[in-house]
């Protein structure tokens, strides 16, 4: 690997080998790069802070610890140089208005099902919970009445006690396949055999709840929080890129702006 510097300062092997943890990566090369980069941009940061004469006291978490002498100058000159505008009451609005499905309730669902347990790397046995569960399934299209007494007798999960009941259920309650199966039926529908790594599910919805849309006073503060933050992260992008743009750097390619009118 080439020696990288940034503005005449060299970025040591050693630093970017001990950085290299804390970026997972799907090969060495890329791990290296990504912490290299990591580091490049913190030296350009403390030479900016130095540059300016930033001051700033450095802080104590709720558990003690005191950040690096570093780290607060970086703090502080992020919060000196970076600026980020509260979005006034028209934008928080607009937002809402624009995005009305963000801010919906999911929907809930009560539901029964009938668990024919089996696991998926048993080839032999998730063969059979198929064919049962499609055996079940014939008898269930001519007699949907007895679904809740097949699953007392056939059942292989808990609910079986209660009829294969799972009472009301939301989004990530379930398996994602269950989950799928159970958006496309329609009240009273029971499903063809659902495969899941527990085994093969027939289910039947008794009910859906559809979700409903919050109110702007109940989702104003989120906004403003998810506005400031992507506003945060442009502006701290526009002013790396800004401070990349003005530096010499070698060792490494980095995009960078020499102007300060990044978009």
Same mark, same amino acid.
């Given at each position: 690997?080439?020696?990288?510097?940034?503005?005449?300062?060299t970025?040591?092997?050693?630093?970017?080998?001990?950085?290299?943890?804390?970026?997972?990566?799907?090969?060495?090369?890329?791990?290296?790069?990504?912490?290299?980069r990591?580091?490049?941009?913190?030296?350009l940061?403390?030479q900016?802070?130095?540059?300016?004469?930033?001051?700033?006291?450095?802080?104590?978490?709720?558990?003690?610890?005191?950040?690096?002498?570093?780290?607060?100058?970086?703090r502080g000159?992020?919060?000196?140089? @970076?600026?980020?505008?509260?979005?006034?009451?028209?934008?928080?609005?607009?937002?809402?208005?624009?995005?009305?499905r963000?801010? @919906?309730?999911?929907?809930?669902?009560?539901?029964?099902h009938?668990?024919?347990?089996?696991?998926?790397?048993d080839?032999?046995?998730?063969?059979?919970?198929r064919?049962?569960?499609?055996s079940?399934?014939?008898?269930?299209?001519?007699?949907?009445?007895?679904?809740?007494?097949?699953?007392?007798?056939?059942?292989?999960?808990?609910?079986?006690?209660?009829?294969?009941?799972?009472?009301?259920?939301g989004?990530?309650?379930?398996?994602?396949?269950?989950?799928?199966?159970?958006?496309?039926?329609?009240?009273?529908?029971?499903?063809?055999?659902?495969?899941?790594r527990?085994?093969?599910?027939?289910?039947r919805?008794?009910?859906?709840?559809?979700?409903?849309?919050?109110?702007f006073?109940?989702?104003?503060?989120?906004?403003?929080?998810?506005l400031?933050?992507? @506003?945060q992260?442009?502006?701290?992008?526009?002013?790396?890129?800004?401070?990349?743009?003005?530096?010499?750097?070698?060792?490494?390619?980095?995009?960078g702006?020499?102007?300060?009118?990044?978009?």
């Amino acid at each position: 690997m080439p020696t990288v510097t940034v503005n005449g300062v060299t970025i040591s092997r050693k630093a970017i080998a001990a950085e290299v943890q804390n970026f997972p990566a799907r090969n060495p090369g890329e791990g290296w790069r990504a912490a290299t980069r990591a580091l490049v941009i913190r030296e350009l940061l403390l030479q900016e802070a130095q540059r300016l004469d930033v001051h700033v006291e450095q802080k104590t978490d709720e558990d003690g610890r005191r950040e690096t002498e570093e780290d607060a100058l970086v703090r502080g000159l992020i919060e000196r140089e @970076v600026r980020v505008p509260e979005a006034d009451e028209e934008t928080l609005r607009r937002f809402y208005e624009n995005n009305l499905r963000r801010f @919906v309730t999911p929907s809930l669902y009560e539901a029964d099902h009938i668990l024919i347990g089996a696991r998926h790397d048993d080839g032999e046995a998730f063969a059979a919970a198929r064919e049962k569960a499609s055996s079940l399934r014939a008898i269930l299209a001519t007699a949907p009445e007895r679904f809740a007494a097949m699953a007392r007798d056939c059942s292989d999960c808990p609910s079986a006690s209660v009829g294969g009941s799972l009472g009301q259920i939301g989004p990530g309650d379930t398996t994602s396949e269950f989950e799928a199966a159970l958006i496309d039926l329609a009240s009273g529908d029971i499903s063809a055999p659902v495969e899941t790594r527990y085994g093969v599910h027939l289910i039947r919805l008794t009910r859906r709840i559809d979700g409903r849309q919050l109110p702007f006073k109940a989702v104003r503060e989120r906004i403003a929080s998810y506005l400031v933050e992507h @506003v945060q992260r442009q502006a701290m992008a526009q002013y790396l890129s800004l401070l990349i743009g003005q530096a010499e750097i070698t060792g490494i390619a980095i995009d960078g702006s020499s102007s300060p009118l990044v978009q």
